[in-house]
């Protein structure tokens, strides 16, 4: 079992879609599951190193942040609440 500190829900903005994906922290990236029932497999896999983490988004998102790399956005991401 991964350590539960660094799992949990996020939702992902993906073609201007909001979608809640299971996440876990392993080795410097972030790994997007479909759901927590299959840690096995992964749909993506977002490499942390270099990342700069830009809080907000909107009005509507408050809990959002984007990850930029080199400047450009790499994942647009929303934490629960």
């Not at 500190?5 to 879609?17: A, D, E, F, I, P």
């Not at 410097?28 to 977002?46: E, F, G, I, V």
């Not at 930029?68 to 956005?73: A, D, I, T, V, W």
Request: net charge positive.
């Amino acid at each position: 079992m991964p350590n539960p500190s660094l799992t949990g829900y996020l939702n992902v903005l993906s073609n201007n879609r909001w979608r809640e994906r299971w996440c876990q922290l392993k080795d410097n990236q972030l790994l997007l599951h479909k759901d927590r029932a299959d840690l096995k497999t992964h749909m993506a896999s977002l490499p942390l190193r270099g990342c700069e983490v830009i809080p907000g988004l909107d009005s509507k998102h408050p809990f959002a942040f984007r990850l930029l790399r080199n400047g450009q956005e790499v994942a647009v991401l929303e934490v629960r609440a």
